[in-house]
């Protein structure tokens, strides 16, 4: 698969739209051609990284009335491949960092205050406390706390993957300066890791994620027994 990221920069748009169908199909993707998956997730990374997501959130999550000519759609995306719910998440699982981890693994649901349960995004296959988790934002503080409640509450760590950077915190209040908190911020004030849509792999090769690997939650059984035993 790694193959498939020196493919030049150039994108046949019909060809993205003669396999719409198949993207909607669930699994259906694997029947596409991986270049062409690989080139249409570069296209919709390059589309969202250049679009005003800051004012989008500001206006949705906020829900701060703007003219008609104001208004922020973000850009028009092909499908999503079933089962990912993100493009962030196809290039992550078949292209990234996380190519190793198994995408949704339905055994590691964790169930969190209220009885919820929370599904990962990918759970790491070197350590399975370790939980990554792709985001564009979190939308809401009742989000944000979901996330603190399933770490305490399972002796989980979070690693998130941002799909850009400085993204506010729709739901921080702005600061004396008209700043408002950052994603990044926010993860560094509850002690989880980030890193950011296409750095999975490089954040892999850190001290910082080695350490992870060899201490985090080395006392305890693993998640799976853990999990298993309730």
Same mark, same amino acid.
């Given at each position: 698969?790694?193959?498939?990221?020196?493919?030049?920069?150039?994108?046949?748009?019909?060809?993205?739209?003669?396999?719409?169908?198949?993207?909607?199909?669930?699994?259906?993707?694997?029947?596409?051609?991986?270049?062409?998956?690989?080139?249409?997730?570069?296209?919709?990374?390059?589309?969202?990284?250049?679009?005003?997501?800051?004012?989008?959130?500001?206006?949705?999550?906020?829900?701060?009335?703007?003219?008609?000519?104001?208004?922020?759609?973000? %850009?028009?995306?092909? !499908?999503?491949?079933?089962?990912? *719910?993100?493009? $962030? =998440?196809?290039?992550?699982?078949?292209? &990234?960092?996380?190519?190793?981890?198994?995408?949704?693994?339905?055994?590691?649901?964790?169930?969190?205050?209220?009885?919820?349960?929370?599904?990962?995004?990918?759970?790491?296959?070197?350590?399975?406390?370790?939980?990554?988790?792709?985001?564009?934002?979190?939308?809401?503080?009742?989000?944000?706390?979901?996330?603190?409640?399933?770490?305490?509450?399972?002796?989980?760590?979070?690693?998130?993957?941002?799909?850009?950077?400085?993204?506010?915190? %729709?739901?921080?209040? !702005?600061?004396?300066?008209?700043? *408002?908190?950052? $994603? =990044?911020?926010?993860?560094?004030?509850? &002690?989880?890791?980030?890193?950011?849509?296409?750095?999975?792999?490089?954040?892999?090769?850190?001290?910082?994620?080695?350490?992870?690997?060899?201490?985090?939650?080395?006392?305890?059984?693993?998640?799976?027994?853990?999990?298993?035993?309730?």
């Amino acid at each position: 698969m790694t193959a498939a990221l020196n493919i030049p920069e150039l994108i046949n748009m019909g060809e993205v739209m003669d396999v719409r169908n198949l993207f909607l199909k669930l699994n259906g993707y694997k029947s596409a051609d991986l270049d062409l998956i690989y080139k249409t997730g570069m296209a919709c990374r390059y589309a969202g990284q250049n679009f005003n997501w800051n004012e989008r959130n500001d206006q949705v999550f906020g829900r701060k009335p703007v003219t008609f000519e104001e208004a922020l759609f973000p %850009p028009e995306l092909p !499908p999503v491949p079933k089962p990912f *719910r993100s493009w $962030l =998440e196809v290039m992550v699982s078949l292209f &990234g960092g996380l190519n190793d981890c198994e995408y949704e693994p339905r055994k590691y649901k964790m169930k969190y205050v209220t009885e919820h349960t929370y599904q990962p995004d990918w759970v790491d296959s070197l350590n399975d406390r370790l939980v990554w988790e792709g985001k564009g934002v979190i939308p809401s503080l009742q989000d944000a706390n979901k996330y603190r409640c399933v770490a305490r509450q399972n002796g989980v760590h979070f690693i998130f993957i941002f799909q850009c950077k400085n993204i506010n915190c %729709p739901w921080a209040r !702005p600061r004396k300066d008209g700043t *408002r908190m950052t $994603l =990044e911020e926010w993860c560094k004030k509850e &002690g989880f890791d980030f890193t950011f849509e296409g750095e999975e792999a490089e954040f892999r090769k850190t001290p910082r994620y080695l350490h992870l690997v060899k201490t985090f939650g080395k006392d305890r059984v693993s998640l799976i027994d853990q999990l298993l035993a309730k």
